[in-house]
């Protein structure tokens, strides 16, 4: 027995006749008649048949007005703050291009893959009921709207994501960013502006801001009476001989600046509410010009009330210990209670080390992450620990008055990538001595052959009984 639903498929493919003659159409055609159907309807037709269903995908004017939640009268819903609360539109044409996109929602997330560039959708800039807007596109990208027509809009923003930007036409951002184009912008995330050589963000109310992938860059500005948590990575162009940042955030708490190239200027001012930190840098053949030296300095120095910093790679370590008198001019970390560093830890870098201990007098974690393939070339075991001290143990030795409130607040060490090699066993064994506030030592090793094997339980056993002699820590080894 026939169901109606069979019946009404049969009729609109069949017709009275039993041909199918709307099929047979040119898809502009059946485009132009779905184009006066509410966008749910249109979407049902696929499950007509193969034809119908290529046809829908293919469909270019999405109107998503004309959908409502469940409970709500769709007589009402342009007068709701939200007809659809939350959206995700997954837009991957083929042979075609979505000419109108409309919508009622609080929230669209959307993300294109096309075989072109395509435009920023002006239907977003008009829009009063959105919050979020994300727009993720996939190769090539796609580009902004002219500067004129873009700060016309956004007036009830509070996120804004936008991936994969082509700004080649336009690579200097000052004006747009601004209080007066986003007046409500809380959160902002820029991903991949190919182009973009120089970028402001002045948003007042903007509290949380992130900034990566733009290898381009030269100058970066950022300020914000609000802003509480900066994201900087893979930034700036390292063959620029003129590149900058300026930072004014007094409300700042949490600032990521990773694998970035080193800028020529660094100013960064009234980061007074910074808490924590993660920084690092992506050095190009070891350039190291005194005012790139300054410029880590500066940075730096801003950020001297942290309580946690995180230093990733082994840059900062050689800049401080590449000179002196451009490392005197950082202050001192005063607040810090927590460190993690990255190094390579060879005697190079050991003044540096040094250097960076010192100006943390408050410290109570230490956090040492050793790079692997720095040690496997710097290798050295120390044959026997208490017959002779290495250089090493003299270098420390030689800082242990400079460091004594470091160490007379220091209460627990992590050290991963321990290899027991000479020069940071001499760092563990003038820790055990000197540590008058250490509490625990925890020796993170890693893989190694059975010859190696014998070598570093003698040492293990050596630096055991060295702990129970001279501290009351207690040392692991995991």
Known sequence: M??????????????????D?????????????????????IAQTSVLSKRWRSLWSSFPDLDFTSINPIGVDS????????????????????????????????????????????????SVLTSESLRVFKLRSRYPGFRLLPPSVMKGGFQSLHT??????????????????????????????????????????????????TLENCFQLHGLDVSGAKLKTLQVASCFDAYCDKSWVKINAPSLRVMVWEYNAITENSSLENL????????????????????????????????????????EGQCVEQVLSSRNYIANLMHPFDQLKSLELQTGFNKHNLPGLAYLFKCSPALHTLILK???????????????????????????????????????????????????????????????????ALQEITLFSGHCNY??????????????????ASSNAKIEFL
Request: charged fraction near 25%.
């Open 451 to 468: 010859r190696d094997y014998l070598r570093r339980q003698k040492i293990r056993s050596q630096l055991m009984g060295f702990s129970r």
């Open 370 to 436: 050793i790079l692997n393939d720095y040690k496997i070339e710097q290798r050295k075991w120390n044959k026997d620990l208490w017959d002779m001290p290495s250089s090493e143990e003299q270098f420390w030795e030689s800082q242990s008055q400079a460091l004594k409130p470091l160490l007379n607040n220091l209460s627990v060490v992590k050290i991963h990538g321990f290899l027991e090699c000479e020069n940071e066993v001499s760092l563990a064994k003038f820790l055990l001595k000197h540590g008058k």
């Open 75 to 122: 007589t009402n819903a342009p007068n709701t703050k939200s007809s659809i609360k939350n959206k995700r539109l997954l837009l991957c044409p083929h042979s075609f291009s979505v000419k109108r996109l409309d919508f009622i929602s609080q929230e669209l997330d959307v993300e294109v893959a096309t075989d072109d560039y395509f435009n920023f959708p002006r």
């Open 160 to 209: 804004l994501s936008l991936s994969l930007v082509i700004l080649y036409d336009q690579p200097t951002l000052s004006d747009l960013f601004t209080d007066s184009s986003f007046p409500r912008l809380k959160k902002l995330n820029l991903d991949a502006c190919f182009g973009l050589k120089q970028l402001k963000v002045s948003c007042l109310a903007l509290e949380e801001f």
């Open 2 to 19: 026939e169901t109606r639903s069979a019946k009404r498929k049969k009729y609109w493919s069949e017709g009275e006749n039993g041909i």
């Open 272 to 311: 007074v509410s910074a808490h924590e930190a993660s920084i690092g840098f992506f050095v190009l053949n070891e350039d190291f010009s005194v005012t790139k030296l300054r410029s880590v300095s500066n940075l730096l120095s801003a950020l001297s009330r942290l309580h946690t910093l995180t230093l």
């Open 21 to 41: 003659r709307i099929s047979d159409l040119p898809d502009v055609v059946l485009h132009q008649i779905l184009f006066h159907l509410p966008i749910k309807s």
